[in-house]
Structures are given as structure tokens and as C-alpha cells.
């Protein structure tokens, strides 16, 4: 495993697209934060400041989901997943020290772009109102974004494992992010609206960043994320029974 996980690193550390890709997903979660701190007209005491200035985190996944489709898809377009698995013969092994260095660059990640947004709603809120995390929920909601990006990272490499097409893979993590919550919205019916919310991986899995109005939301926070690892944790075990299975 040490001589993999190694490997992945490796590959990782001293490709310029993983790089640019984290960074982006930093620059993009504190950029869209900052905005709707800048432009926040609440007022309200009830007002959840906290996941205001996380708001970012919605558009961050993007480049995460990205960066994991390609750790293994672009190995497959480029025909060097055939010189990893020759050098890794167990790929349950190759799968694992992927997921595992992903889950370590993808943490890191988060937690800067998660202290960044929470910096500048502090700083860009009226009246400083974004709330210091010291609280039992405004921890959770400041932690739990990062374990959310971590998952979708997770999730996105076992829907690439699956697919083994960077084009196909971003296009079905993307969609499943991003156009079912759209669709959710489309339903007239509230229970079915409802239900869509609960398990869709990303609107369950934000309920993370609530600290307000909790009997409100459509699933509880830390049910939410629960879906997000749910959905990983199939993808991955998708991905991993087809690697096996499958020729190179």
C-alpha cells in the first residue's frame, strides 16, 4: 500500500492540473462567499450568517469533482492506467491509495477555502455578524463542509472508475450535483420536492452548513451529509467491482 499511496502522491505533487484545480476550487469558494457577504442585506437575528458566508462551497465543488474524475480518467485516456496497474497488480490496492491521497490533498483544501470564506464574511458582513466558530452547530457547519468536499471528491473518483471517461464522469457528477437540485425545484408536488432534497447528494449534504431553522430543512444536517457518504461510498464500491473485473 505505502509504495502506491507513494506513487499517487507523487503523481499528484508533480502534475501542474491537480495544482490548479485545488487552487481554483479555493479562489472560487471564497470569491462566491465573499460576494454574497459584500451584497447580504440580513438583518434578521434568525438569520443563518454562518451558511451565508459558506455559500461558496456550492460552486468550489466544482474543480474538486473535476480533479477526482481525472486522477483515474485521465490515466485511462492516456492508456497509463495499464503501467499503474502492471506496477500495482492488486487494483483494489491502485483504487485505495487513489482515494487515499485524494481524501488528504482535498481536506487541506477545503479547510483554506472553508477559514477563507468564514474570514471574509467576518470581515465583509454589516456589522461583523458572521459568528466565530465556537458553538456546537456553527463548529459542525464549519467543519462539515469540508468533510461534504472530501465525500463528493470520493464519490466523483468512483463515478470516473466506473465510466473511465473524463468527458462522461464530469458530465454525470455535475449533473447529479447540480441539475437535480434545479429539477427538485421544477416539482409541484412538495412530498416528491421534498424527497429529491433528501437524497440528492448535494442538497442533502449542505444541510451541513445550517445552524438555524433546523426542523425546517428537508433532512438534518448530519443525516444530510450521511446521504453525501451514502452516494460515495456506492460509487466507490461501483468503481471498484468494475475495476475488477474489467481489462485495462
Known amino acids: 500500500m505505502r509504495p502506491a499511496l507513494h506513487a499517487e502522491w507523487t503523481k499528484l505533487r508533480t502534475v501542474a492540473g491537480p495544482s490548479w484545480l485545488l ?7 471564497v470569491a462566491l462567499s465573499a460576494g454574497a457577504a459584500s451584497v447580504a442585506t440580513c438583518t434578521s437575528t434568525g438569520c443563518d450568517t454562518t451558511r451565508l458566508t459558506l455559500i461558496g462551497v456550492d460552486l468550489g465543488q466544482a474543480p474538486v469533482a473535476i480533479l477526482a474524475v481525472l486522477v483515474i480518467s485521465g490515466e485511462y485516456g492516456s492508456g ?9 497488480p492488486r487494483r483494489t490496492t491502485v483504487l485505495a491509495a487513489k482515494a487515499v491521497a485524494l481524501t488528504g490533498v482535498v481536506a487541506v483544501t477545503g479547510t483554506v477555502a472553508v ?48 465510466v473511465r471517461d473524463s468527458g462522461t464522469g464530469i458530465g454525470v457528477v455535475l ?14 408536488d412538495p412530498h416528491w420536492q421534498r424527497l429529491l432534497r433528501q437524497i440528492a447528494p448535494m442538497s442533502a449534504g449542505l444541510t451541513i452548513q445550517a445552524t438555524t431553522d433546523l426542523r425546517g430543512l428537508p433532512i438534518g444536517p448530519w443525516a444530510g451529509l450521511g446521504v453525501t457518504a451514502g452516494w460515495a461510498v456506492a460509487a466507490l464500491s461501483a468503481g471498484s467491482l468494475l475495476l475488477r473485473r474489467r481489462d485495462a
Request: glycine share 12%; proline share 6%; no cysteine.
Open 115 to 162: 477559514l477563507g470564506s468564514s474570514l471574509a464574511g467576518r470581515l465583509l458582513l454589516p456589522g461583523h455578524r458572521a459568528v466565530s466558530p465556537v458553538d456546537g452547530p456553527t463548529l459542525r457547519a464549519v467543519v462539515g463542509p469540508v468533510l461534504y468536499l472530501v465525500l463528493i471528491a470520493l464519490f466523483s473518483l468512483g463515478v470516473a472508475t466506473a
Open 23 to 29: 487552487l481554483g476550487a479555493i479562489a472560487a469558494t
Open 175 to 188: 449533473g447529479l450535483l447540480y441539475i437535480v437540485p434545479i429539477v427538485s425545484q421544477t416539482i409541484g
Open 80 to 88: 497509463m492506467i495499464r503501467t499503474t496497474l502492471a506496477a500495482v
